[in-house]
């Protein structure tokens, strides 16, 4: 993988955008999907420095403004596929020196991603909390979601059914975060996320909605990041 330039977390430069025709056998939507991809200056860097997918972009500005990760940590990444947020978690724990613990699950197969211990495994499988746990091998620092479900063009429900992801990403990111830990997750900002955010203003010392530059002006997507998170002493 190329080496990100330091400090860097958005494209530079410029280029001429590009037009697709439509084809005969392409539906609209496919076309304009192509167009928006060819055209995407995040699209572009990730290939340039041998990201997997744009989404490392927005790990990279999240870690920049938060300060999220650090060398030695031990991370959980739901819904990894195809690894871009890994790599970017690799990068900065620096994993490869430091005995950071990186764990990658996703329903979809992805290539490995060493030295992370990468899962290929529905996250809503009843099996999934005790085979993160066991990989994990002890608490974690940072619990971090980019899941989402398949959308299906009706707005709320696909807010309803990524809140839901969401919540039960965190139900798991509360039996596993070490005191002061940390919890990112994608959500779509509307009325069904406050019981969640209810939820993690109580657990953790701050809880902000992020929406970093790389996720598109159009998108609804927001992350909300949680830090600083008040473990429950066992009485």
Do not use: C
Not at 134 to 154: C, K, Y
Request: hydrophobic share 45%.
């Amino acid at each position: 993988m190329a080496n990100k330039p330091k400090g860097s977390a958005a494209p530079s430069g410029r280029k001429l955008a590009v037009r697709v025709k439509t084809a005969k056998s392409r539906e609209l939507s496919s076309t304009l999907w192509l167009e928006r991809q060819l055209n995407d200056p995040y699209v572009t860097e990730a290939k340039k420095l041998g990201y997997r997918s744009r989404a490392a972009f927005k790990l990279a500005q999240l870690d920049d403004k938060h300060r999220l990760l650090k060398p030695g940590m031990r991370i959980v990444d739901l819904g990894a596929a195809p690894g871009g947020w890994t790599q970017v978690a690799i990068e900065r724990t620096k994993a490869l020196t430091s005995g950071a613990r990186i764990v990658a699950l996703d329903i979809l197969p992805f290539d490995p991603l060493p030295p992370a211990d990468v899962l290929h495994l529905d996250f809503l499988d009843p099996t999934a909390p005790a085979v993160l746990k066991q990989a994990l091998n002890g608490e974690a620092d940072l619990v971090m979601s980019d899941m989402a479900a398949p959308t299906t063009g009706h707005r709320e429900t696909d807010h309803i059914r990524i809140i839901a992801l969401a919540e039960t990403a965190y139900e798991f990111a509360a039996e596993v975060l070490a005191p002061g830990g940390a919890f990112i997750a994608k959500v779509f900002q509307g009325g069904s996320e406050k019981d969640l955010l209810l939820r993690l203003k109580q657990d953790f010392t701050t809880v902000r909605h992020v929406k970093p530059p790389a996720s598109r002006a159009g998108s609804a997507e927001v992350y909300v990041v949680a830090q600083g998170f008040k473990k429950p002493r066992v009485a």
